[in-house]
């Protein structure tokens, strides 16, 4: 089955043929998406192991850095009373060593180009990053060559949920396709 560009939405079966991460439905959408995806195309196979099971591939904008970087985050299976199941990705963690408050995004569709995604893409900040002297995030200026429309500071991670629904319930990997969509989702913003 053909899997959508992950550039324009139309039909294709080609994937990167260096990291299989990310689907083009022509040489003009790679091309074009080369100056994003070349960040973490090679870096995709060589990420160090899962830990285990209970980790999802995410990424991560840092603020002193230049370029995003692939990270593992923890999915905790959390079990209620009543016991519904739930789980939740140990975000804090990656957010700061202060135990920051996040700050949730939920985004189902690419703004930009005008498609919905068969996914949600959670992008997680410190909910008070502009008042609690977080840098501002230079890997979202570089890779947007300055063309952010909004003050984003301190970390940003992506996360990919399975589904559409209002509060999807499992996480999986990121691809290199949510790059492109989270960078077109921070552009728009």
Known sequence: MSSPCDVCNSNTSQPCPTCHAINYCSLKCRQGDWPVHKLLCNEFHSQSPRP????????????????????????????????????????????GSDNPHPEWKAVQRNAMKAFALNHTLQIVCRDAFLVDGSKPNRSLKEITNGKLGHDWRGPIVVLRQVGLEADPLYYEDVTLGDLRHAVDYFLWY
């Open 52 to 95: 285990n099971p209970s980790f999802a591939r995410g990424i991560l904008f840092p603020p002193e850095s230049a370029a995003p970087q692939l990270v593992w985050v923890e999915i905790e299976k959390m079990i209620e009373e009543d016991d519904d199941v739930w789980y939740m990705p140990k975000i804090r963690v990656v957010l």
